[in-house]
């Protein structure tokens, strides 16, 4: 391909998703900024006129954020490419680092270097995000003395366990000849099942505080959930997901030893011991219909066909220059073409994610008819009522938006199945 040719479709791409972007989100403002002063009928007894209108509020407030946001990463992606932004970081630490400490030391610093100005690039929107506009409503209790522990604890974990990683893949790919996909492939998969069990044990406990779920009578419901589904796992914890937001959740996690269910301080408080149980029933489910299986299948098949393209695309000039970079002529060009992987990815990736979130949609509606047999559907809509106003979801989507982005069904649909399965 002429690298011409590349850099035309890449633009095109990156054009044609922007534009894309920013009018499905204000298709979805405009939309629930229409529905702000009525509550949907179906939940006309449940929840209240002001909680409506703060969920529509703090919907348009997120999104007015996110169009600036999308702008801006379109334009950083930019930047970096036919820009000259990855060429200049290149040129620059090529000549700093390779001299005196060689290929491998100049490899792992461009990496570091590029996620470092990523990072700062993005650092004026999460503390805009999250001292401001959560703070607003409410649902921040993030101090910055938190979070510049929580940041400097982060930078320490991406070096300590990201660092061999990256050294791993990048010799590899210099040293296993054309094959070196497959090679990296295999560690990185390990790399993943290793991260799975290593996580929960020893990664979380470094931010969160978990604990033994010490209710007595919740344990039991939860554990007679867990035996009547078949379900094996080590432990159930509670973490302190109030110390930085006041928004609600509960997750399994982990493999093998490590497997354990997590429930947030703040979804404790909110829901009854039923409405807990229903919650984790839904999980449950999503583990009986092999959805956390089928998507780490998923994941490791994306990443193998995703490896042997970029073994392709590695060996051809008209890859870096069509992405507005000089390929190295004194040094290797790995670290390069895995960067500019990266960043060309997601610029097509886009157009694939209305399938994706497709699949997620019919997976929720599975767990929660699972939900709906092995505990009380009505406990399950009760709750997710609940979390959805005590997180200010919006009620009124935009459909358009729903079936592009939405990874669960909206509350109007899921709370219909369930009244169907219930009756
Ligand atoms: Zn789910």
């Not at 630490?93 to 570091?112: C, N």
């Not at 921040?140 to 003395?145: D, E, F, Q």
């Not at 919650?279 to 489910?285: P, W």
Request: glycine share 8%.
């Amino acid at each position: 391909m002429p690298s011409s040719s590349l850099t035309l479709l890449f633009a095109a791409a990156l054009v044609v998703s922007l534009l894309v972007k920013l009018w499905l989100a204000t298709r979805q403002m405009r939309h629930v900024a229409a529905h702000r002063d009525e509550v949907p009928a179906p939940f006309a007894g449940t929840v209240s006129l002001q909680a409506h209108r703060k969920a529509a509020d703090y919907t348009l407030a997120k999104g007015r954020l996110s169009l600036l946001s999308m702008a801006f990463g379109a334009v950083v992606v930019l930047g970096w490419t036919l820009l000259g932004g990855l060429d200049a970081l290149n040129t620059a630490v090529r000549e700093a680092v390779l001299p005196r400490w060689g290929d491998m030391a100049y490899q792992l610093s461009l990496l570091g270097a590029f996620a470092l100005v990523s990072g700062l690039l993005d650092l004026p929107f999460e503390l805009y995000g999250t001292f401001r506009l959560e703070q607003r409503f409410g649902f921040n209790r993030m101090t910055w003395g938190l979070w510049l522990k929580d940041t400097l604890k982060g930078i320490a974990v991406t070096v300590v366990l990201g660092l061999p990683l990256a050294a791993a893949v990048l010799w590899i790919m210099g040293a296993a000849g054309d094959r070196w996909w497959l090679w990296a492939w295999i560690v990185l998969t390990a790399y993943q099942l290793l991260m799975m069990v290593i996580v929960p044990l020893w990664v979380m406990p470094l931010f969160n505080k978990f604990e033994p779920l010490a209710d007595e009578g919740l344990r039991e419901r939860v554990q007679a959930l867990m035996q009547r589904c078949g379900f094996a796992a080590k432990g159930l914890f509670v973490m302190d997901g109030s110390l930085r937001s006041a928004h609600s959740n509960a997750y399994f996690t982990g493999l093998g030893r490590s497997k354990r269910v997590v429930f947030y301080d703040t979804l404790l408080q909110q829901l009854s011991p039923a409405e807990v149980e229903a919650v984790l029933a839904h999980e449950l489910g999503h583990f009986k219909h092999k959805h956390v299986l089928k998507r780490m299948l998923g994941v490791f098949a994306f990443s193998l066909a995703a490896l042997a393209l970029l073994g392709w695309l590695a060996n051809q000039v008209w890859f870096y220059a069509g992405l507005g970079v000089q390929p190295n002529l004194d040094a290797p060009n790995d670290a390069l073409a895995l960067l500019l992987f990266m960043l060309a990815v997601p610029v097509f990736g886009y157009f694939v994610s209305p399938v994706l979130a497709q699949l997620s949609r019919r997976h929720e509606f599975e767990a929660d008819a699972f939900a709906c047999r092995q505990a009380s559907g009505q406990a399950l809509a009760n709750a997710l009522l609940k979390l959805h106003e005590d997180n200010a979801g919006t009620l009124t989507p935009d459909p358009l938006y729903v079936r592009f982005y939405y990874s669960h069904p909206p509350a109007t649909e899921r709370l219909a199945a369930l009244r169907a399965a219930a009756s």
